[in-house]
């Protein structure tokens, strides 16, 4: 798996969920937050779409020894680890923000 400034747009990831569900995700970033990786994944429905805007956190990790193995997640059960996680994200649309509004003052220029 890609690290945040070297994802795809569109790239997506397949959830087997605890009721046998199976949703397709979009990747959205993958955050650092005090030394730990988490990533950011928005449930997509049957088009491909999600109008809501809900996202999900998992604890992410990969195997440096083996970069080909399947990256892991797991569940954030702890609330403040998950405000942490939040709030992350919360700076991380910030700056998406913030990004934006450069790039079109730098078209208008």
Same mark, same amino acid.
Do not use: C, F
């Given at each position: 798996? /890609? /690290?945040?400034?070297?994802?795809?747009e569109d790239m997506t990831v397949t959830?087997?969920?605890?009721d046998g569900s199976v949703v397709n995700c979009a990747i959205i970033?993958?955050?650092?937050?005090?030394?730990?990786d988490y990533i950011v994944l928005m449930p997509l429905d049957e088009d491909g779409e999600n109008d809501d805007g809900e996202v999900w956190f998992y604890r992410y990790s990969e195997n440096p020894q083996d970069p080909?193995?399947?990256?892991?997640?797991?569940?954030i059960d702890?609330?403040?680890?998950?405000? /942490?996680v939040e709030e992350a994200f919360?700076?991380?649309l910030d700056s998406c923000?913030?990004?934006?509004l450069v790039d079109a003052e730098e078209i208008d220029d």
């Open positions: 798996m /890609k /690290k945040p400034e070297e994802l795809d959830l087997d969920l605890e970033t993958i955050l650092e937050v005090e030394g730990h080909n193995e399947e990256p892991q997640l797991g569940y702890d609330d403040a680890e998950y405000e /942490k919360d700076e991380y923000e913030y990004d934006e």
